[in-house]
C-alpha cells in the first residue's frame, strides 16, 4: 500500500505478514518433529499425547499462506491483501496462545469477575494418578472435589457474625470461579492439572482473608488435608 493510500484510508499502518516460519521456534519444529514423534513411539517414554502432537502440527500450518488464506480489500483506496489461516491453539503457537491469552483476561475482567480480590489456585496430580484422569467423570469429580475444600475454607475464614459463629454451611453465598484445564507440562509430558481462578471472596460478604503468612499457610494445609479426607472417603 502507498503512503498516499494509506493516508486516504485515514492510517499510516501497512498489514505485514508475520511470517513464523523465518523464526527460530519454527525452524527447530519442523527439522525435529518427526525425529521426536517416532523416538517416543519407538519406546523412548511411550506414545507423544494425541493433544500434543496435535498442536505441533496445527503450529507448523498456522500463519502458512499454503495452508490457506483470507482476502481483505480496502473500500476507499481499493487496496487488497491477504492474511493467513492461524492454528488458534494455545499450546505451543507464540501467536495465537498470547492473542488468547490477552482476549481471555480482558473479557473475565471487564465482563466476568467483580471488583473484588482474585486469586489462583492449581491443582496437580502425582504422576502416578495422572494417567487416571483420562475419563472426564473423574476429571469432573477431582474438580469438583477441589472447589468445594477451597469453598469450605473460605466459610470458615469468615468474620464472626453477631452471634459469634461462622457462617452456616447451608447458606445460600457461593464462589465464583472460572477452571482452566492444562493438559501436558512444560516438557511437553501428558500432565492433566487444573488452574482455578477464583475471586477471593463469598459473594456479598467481606472477608478477613490473609494473602500470606502463617495463618495462610495454615489455612491452605487445612484444605489439603480436606481434599486428601475426602478422596478417601470416596474410595
Known amino acids: ?3 498516499t493510500a494509506a493516508k486516504s484510508c485515514g492510517s499510516p499502518a501497512v498489514y505485514h505478514r508475520r511470517q513464523p516460519e523465518r523464526t527460530v521456534l519454527y525452524r527447530v519444529v519442523q527439522a525435529h518433529l518427526a525425529t521426536w514423534l517416532a523416538l517416543h513411539d519407538g519406546g523412548c517414554g511411550g506414545h507423544a499425547p494425541v493433544l500434543t502432537e496435535r498442536e505441533f502440527r496445527r503450529y507448523l500450518e498456522c500463519g502458512i499462506l499454503a495452508h490457506g488464506f483470507a482476502r481483505a480489500r480496502c473500500p476507499d483506496c481499493g487496496h487488497d491483501f491477504i492474511v493467513a489461516y492461524s492454528c488458534k491453539e494455545r499450546g505451543i503457537c507464540p501467536s495465537c496462545t498470547t492473542r488468547r491469552m490477552v482476549e481471555t483476561a480482558a473479557h473475565l475482567t471487564d465482563h466476568v469477575f467483580p471488583r473484588l480480590p482474585v486469586r489462583q489456585w492449581v491443582l496437580s496430580l502425582p504422576k502416578r494418578l495422572r494417567y487416571h484422569l483420562d475419563d472426564a467423570n473423574l476429571q469432573n469429580a477431582v474438580l469438583h472435589s477441589l472447589l468445594r475444600g477451597i469453598e469450605q475454607g473460605l466459610r470458615e475464614s469468615l468474620p464472626e457474625t453477631d452471634g459469634g459463629t ?9 464462589i465464583g470461579a472460572v477452571v482452566f484445564i492444562h493438559r501436558f507440562g512444560g516438557l511437553l509430558n501428558a500432565h492433566l492439572h487444573f488452574h482455578v481462578v477464583m475471586i477471593d471472596t463469598l459473594k456479598g460478604l467481606k472477608m478477613r482473608y490473609p494473602a500470606t503468612g502463617a495463618k495462610r499457610r495454615g489455612e491452605l494445609m487445612e484444605i489439603r488435608e480436606r481434599l486428601e479426607k475426602e478422596g478417601s472417603d470416596d474410595d
Open 1 to 3: 500500500m502507498s503512503a
Open 166 to 174: 461462622h457462617l452456616p454451611t447451608h447458606s445460600n453465598t457461593r
